[in-house]
């Protein structure tokens, strides 16, 4: 089966030959290497690029080890792009494997050599047109970027969406949705056909490469239960605004646990550092500010949030809050939970501060949308509680409720747009229409 990734595909394409490297990063299995090596390699063939002309080293085999030693690497693939008269296209799969060693040639001992240096060096030949993947976001941090100097262009690959998972899925189409919402997009999960199988291939994940690439990148030796800990409880929360501290204190009352706010929060940043976790920080819509804490984390795969807590809690509307939040990424958005703050006054005639929340705030240049995430708005007493707080922005931008059920778009007397989920995930236009 060929799941066809049009969206990064095209992006590829678009930077070709551009004079930059392109930089290709992704949570580990979510298919940066099929995109680069199957799509990309096919697509080169198509317009008259031999294979010879396609230098291809996947660095995390164990078959190329001795490549993860930046001279040799270098030494390489010189070698193999030596004729200037031809055109050569390097695809580095999985970077970060790439150590850093001493400079043989200087006896400093913080005279070291990495995969930057490979990089800045191949970057530099005319005829090489260079591609690296890697899966942790210390590829694009800011030394790299700036070691860089604006020569690097990403290209960020999630998993699945509900749209690739949708024309890949080879059961009745009726059924994609469960599917999807159980097991998420993990490319590899539409080649398994029992839960089982599914399931121990997404647990798998974490205990095999995840969490050991988080442990063996940050030298933690004795903290892997706590790691898998912070986890379950990440996953159990998904949609629920916590912060450190809380994490710290839910440590403390429930696994009698002593660890301080500061470890958690440097914990998470692990995780996110991996491209497992993304967090959306909350932005006060009438004050114009950010809100540092509390904030919400979601998965960039519910799948993989699922399988951490075993497939039993499956709350559909949190996993859909989820999916919307990793959809508006996915489309090129910026995210954050919108804050509605408002005065008013109680049965006693007091007056209060009342703080609403808007699901997203969706950003793209000077597109805006306000999105709410709701199961069922069936009864106008739900309606209402789900649509307040878009009804006390002020603003003219596009008010959006999103809910389970399979509708025909309408709008209410707010001028809020309310639409089925598979609605929105399928058709890009469905948020304008």
């Given at each position: 089966m060929v799941i066809e990734r049009s969206r990064y595909l095209e992006k590829l394409i678009s930077k070709r030959d551009n004079g930059l490297v392109k930089v290709i990063t992704g949570v580990r299995r979510s298919g940066k290497s099929f995109l680069l090596f199957e799509l990309y390699h096919s697509y080169l063939n198509s317009i008259g690029i031999k294979?010879?002309?396609?230098?291809?080293?996947?660095?995390?085999?164990?078959?190329?080890?001795?490549?993860?030693n930046p001279l040799k690497l270098d030494g390489y693939i010189r070698s193999r792009v030596s004729d200037k008269s031809e055109r050569f296209y390097v695809f580095l799969d999985e970077?970060?494997?790439?150590?850093?060693?001493?400079?043989?040639?200087?006896?400093?001992?913080?005279?070291?050599?990495?995969?930057?240096?490979?990089?800045?060096?191949?970057?530099?030949?005319?005829?090489?047109?260079?591609?690296?993947?890697?899966?942790?976001?210390?590829?694009?941090?800011?030394?790299?970027?700036?070691?860089?100097?604006?020569?690097?262009?990403?290209?960020?690959?999630?998993?699945?969406?509900?749209?690739?998972?949708?024309?890949?899925?080879?059961?009745?189409?009726?059924?994609?949705?469960?599917?999807?919402?159980?097991?998420?997009?993990?490319?590899?999960?539409?080649?398994?056909?029992?839960?089982?199988?599914?399931?121990?291939?997404?647990?798998?994940?974490?205990?095999?490469?995840?969490?050991?690439?988080v442990l063996e990148r940050n030298n933690i030796q004795n903290d892997k239960a706590i790691l898998e800990d912070l986890l379950n409880i990440i996953s159990s929360s998904v949609g629920?605004?916590?912060?450190?501290?809380?994490?710290?204190?839910?440590?403390?009352?429930?696994?009698?646990?002593?660890?301080?706010?500061?470890?958690?929060?440097?914990?998470?940043?692990?995780?996110?550092?991996?491209?497992?976790?993304?967090?959306?920080?909350?932005?006060?819509?009438?004050g114009k500010r950010y809100i540092a804490t509390p904030l919400k984390y979601y998965f960039s795969d519910v799948g993989l949030r699922n399988a951490r807590l075993n497939f039993r809690h499956q709350e559909e509307n949190h996993i859909m809050e989820n999916i919307i939040y990793n959809e508006l990424v996915l489309r090129g958005f910026d995210v954050d939970v919108g804050v509605?703050?408002?005065?008013?006054?109680?049965?006693?005639?007091?007056?209060?501060?009342?703080?609403?929340?808007?699901?997203?705030?969706?950003?793209?240049?000077?597109?805006?949308?306000?999105?709410?995430?709701?199961?069922?708005?069936?009864?106008?007493?739900?309606?209402?509680q789900e649509t307040t707080s878009l009804t006390r922005v002020s603003d003219s931008f596009r008010k959006i409720v999103v809910v389970k059920d399979g509708i025909i778009p309408w709008y209410d007397e707010n001028g809020i747009l309310y639409l089925g989920i598979e609605e929105f995930l399928l058709d890009e236009a469905a948020m304008d229409k």
């Amino acid at each position: 089966m060929v799941i066809e990734r049009s969206r990064y595909l095209e992006k590829l394409i678009s930077k070709r030959d551009n004079g930059l490297v392109k930089v290709i990063t992704g949570v580990r299995r979510s298919g940066k290497s099929f995109l680069l090596f199957e799509l990309y390699h096919s697509y080169l063939n198509s317009i008259g690029i031999k294979d010879g002309n396609i230098i291809e080293i996947a660095l995390d085999e164990a078959v190329n080890a001795v490549y993860r030693n930046p001279l040799k690497l270098d030494g390489y693939i010189r070698s193999r792009v030596s004729d200037k008269s031809e055109r050569f296209y390097v695809f580095l799969d999985e970077i970060q494997f790439v150590m850093n060693i001493q400079n043989p040639y200087l006896d400093e001992k913080e005279a070291k050599i990495g995969f930057i240096d490979v990089i800045l060096g191949l970057m530099r030949l005319k005829n090489v047109d260079l591609y690296v993947t890697g899966s942790n976001s210390h590829m694009l941090s800011l030394d790299i970027l700036t070691e860089f100097r604006g020569r690097g262009d990403e290209v960020h690959v999630l998993p699945l969406s509900y749209r690739e998972f949708y024309d890949a899925f080879e059961g009745e189409k009726r059924h994609a949705w469960r599917e999807y919402l159980t097991y998420g997009g993990m490319p590899y999960v539409l080649h398994l056909s029992s839960h089982e199988e599914k399931s121990k291939y997404l647990k798998d994940l974490f205990e095999t490469v995840y969490i050991r690439d988080v442990l063996e990148r940050n030298n933690i030796q004795n903290d892997k239960a706590i790691l898998e800990d912070l986890l379950n409880i990440i996953s159990s929360s998904v949609g629920s605004l916590t912060n450190p501290t809380k994490l710290s204190n839910t440590f403390q009352s429930v696994r009698n646990v002593k660890i301080n706010a500061n470890t958690i929060s440097r914990y998470l940043d692990y995780f996110i550092d991996a491209f497992i976790l993304s967090k959306a920080c909350r932005y006060d819509i009438k004050g114009k500010r950010y809100i540092a804490t509390p904030l919400k984390y979601y998965f960039s795969d519910v799948g993989l949030r699922n399988a951490r807590l075993n497939f039993r809690h499956q709350e559909e509307n949190h996993i859909m809050e989820n999916i919307i939040y990793n959809e508006l990424v996915l489309r090129g958005f910026d995210v954050d939970v919108g804050v509605v703050e408002y005065n008013c006054r109680n049965e006693e005639g007091k007056s209060s501060r009342v703080q609403l929340e808007i699901d997203f705030v969706a950003n793209k240049g000077s597109r805006r949308y306000y999105i709410q995430s709701a199961l069922s708005v069936d009864e106008e007493s739900k309606r209402i509680q789900e649509t307040t707080s878009l009804t006390r922005v002020s603003d003219s931008f596009r008010k959006i409720v999103v809910v389970k059920d399979g509708i025909i778009p309408w709008y209410d007397e707010n001028g809020i747009l309310y639409l089925g989920i598979e609605e929105f995930l399928l058709d890009e236009a469905a948020m304008d229409k």
